[in-house]
């Protein structure tokens, strides 16, 4: 195992250490917890968000906190969810009174675990309300979920549901716009490489040197299916395929594009698949509002990408235009 790690115990602890000296004016850590929270934190009147799951998929999640973004951001053990109590000291301290929001990814873990929090939250009085995001249409259930997984598309809900946090909406009408991008983001991955988790010290799964996996979850989870590498243009039909299949856009809809690079895979290749997304959209007559292109959610030094589409309205398109200044992600 080759990795620039100090021991597989202390990565997470020695990453947000650093992630703290690298943004001393965005966040503050918790002592004694793996939470990263706003510096100005709790803001008052204001629904904070929290979000969080297993390390690994940086910048996700701790570089979304920020002004129209995460008010915390909680850190599990590499690919493993938090447990109920940094969560929990999460909510304390973003809570302004106006109530606190979760965004959780669709994992076994995740949801047992932010439901616990929000119960022991509820208990000292904070009122407290989550959404799923389950936007993974490769398979209906997998190693880690009943049900879709939660992948990239969540960057979508942390802008758009931060976007209306700050205009100073009640934690009913943040929820209410985040469950609509949830509702209307459909997102599909593959890998071209495994990935090694430093506590394992191998890969967590095995492609032959020809192979690629399509479908593949955001810790190593298998895909639909093992091929032959084909060319990028031929990978995206296969994931546009399934992402539209699922979505049903119709002619003159809007939407907005997210090519997300899992950490191993240069900009250059993410823009080719972008470009043939963009055809894809065009031949189909849905309009391209807005695109991202880079890492957003990884997996640790993964090959591959995924591809999230957000079918938008008046309003989730003022929400995604609003300003964000995060150590991640700033429009």
Do not use: W
């Not at 031929?234 to 939407?255: F, H, N, P, R, S």
Request: proline share 4%; glycine share 10%; hydrophobic share 40%.
């Amino acid at each position: 195992m080759k990795k620039l790690i100090n021991s597989p115990e202390q990565v997470v602890e020695d990453m947000l250490q650093g992630m703290i000296l690298a943004h001393p004016d965005y966040v503050r850590k918790l002592d004694g917890y793996h939470v990263l929270v706003r510096k100005n934190s709790p803001i008052n009147g204001k629904v904070a968000l929290v979000s969080g799951g297993g390390s690994g998929h940086e910048p996700a999640h701790g570089g979304y906190v920020g002004t129209g973004m995460l008010d915390g951001a909680v850190a599990g053990d590499v690919f493993t969810s938090p447990t109920p109590d940094p969560i929990y000291e999460a909510m304390k301290a973003v809570d302004s009174g106006a109530g606190v929001l979760l965004v959780v990814k669709n994992y076994t873990g995740d949801i047992m675990n932010f439901e616990m929090a929000k119960e022991m939250a509820e208990m000292e009085g904070i009122k407290v309300d989550y959404v799923v995001v389950n936007d993974d249409v490769s398979v209906e259930n997998s190693t880690y979920t009943a049900g879709r997984r939660g992948i990239a598309g969540t960057i979508f809900v942390h802008k758009i549901a931060g976007a209306k946090a700050e205009t100073g909406a009640s934690l009913e009408e943040v929820k209410e716009v985040a469950q609509k991008t949830v509702d209307h983001v459909r997102s599909m991955g593959m890998a071209l490489t495994p990935c090694i988790v430093p506590a394992a010290g191998k890969a967590n799964f095995t492609l032959k040197e020809n192979e690629m996996e399509i479908g593949m979850g955001i810790h190593g989870e298998p895909g639909t299916h093992k091929e032959f590498i084909q060319t990028a243009d031929e990978v995206t039909e296969q994931l546009m395929k399934k992402i539209l299949e699922d979505m049903q856009l119709a002619e003159g809809d809007e939407v907005a594009v997210m090519v997300n690079g899992l950490a191993a895979t240069p900009l250059m290749e993410l823009y080719i698949v972008n470009k043939k997304v963009h055809e894809i959209l065009f031949q189909k007559g849905i309009k391209v509002y807005k695109t991202m292109v880079g890492e957003y959610m990884t997996s640790l030094e993964m090959a591959g990408c995924s591809v999230s589409i957000l079918k938008l309205d008046n309003e989730l398109k003022e929400l995604l235009d609003a300003a964000a200044d995060t150590p991640a992600l700033k429009v």
